[in-house]
């Protein structure tokens, strides 16, 4: 790996952890159910999403992937504090809140990157593949 290569990465993934820590440093609940976690999966699956449409319409460098997709929204997407919250609610017998935060965060996230990817693709004129 080139040290251009290591600098866009290491921007990208900074960049992410630093928003991720802004969105997830104060508890939004629902209920017993903390959204933090799902709202920085949702936003990151949204940027890759759009980025991906970008990437491969205007054939970007490899190094902007390194930047935006492994980087940015790698530092910004959590899923081992997803895995913990379930974990947390399976522990305290909160089996309904264990569904809700499985489907939210694996449906909502899936719609994001089709939502990102519609979204540029109609931006750009090519409509949505």
């Known amino acids: ?3 251009i290569e290591i600098l866009f990465l290491a921007a990208g993934g900074v960049s992410g952890v630093f928003l991720r820590y802004g969105i997830t440093k ?3 609940l ?3 159910f903390s959204i933090n976690v799902l709202l ?3 936003i ?6 759009a980025f991906a449409v970008f990437s491969q319409q205007w054939n970007l ?3 902007y992937a390194l930047l935006v ?3 940015f929204c790698g530092g910004l997407t959590t899923m081992s504090s997803f895995a913990l919250e379930a974990s947390n609610l399976i522990d305290n017998k909160q089996y309904l809140m264990v569904a809700i935060n499985i489907l939210s965060n ?4 899936l719609g994001a990157i089709f939502g990102g990817k519609t979204l540029v693709s109609v931006i750009l004129g090519g409509g949505f593949r």
């Open 40 to 42: 920085v999966n949702i």
């Open 106 to 109: 694996v449906g909502l996230s």
């Open 30 to 32: 629902l209920g017993t």
């Open 44 to 49: 990151g699956s949204f940027i890759l999403g």
């Open 61 to 63: 460098d490899q190094r």
């Open 69 to 71: 997709a492994i980087g």
């Open 1 to 3: 790996m080139k040290m």
């Open 26 to 28: 104060s508890p939004l």
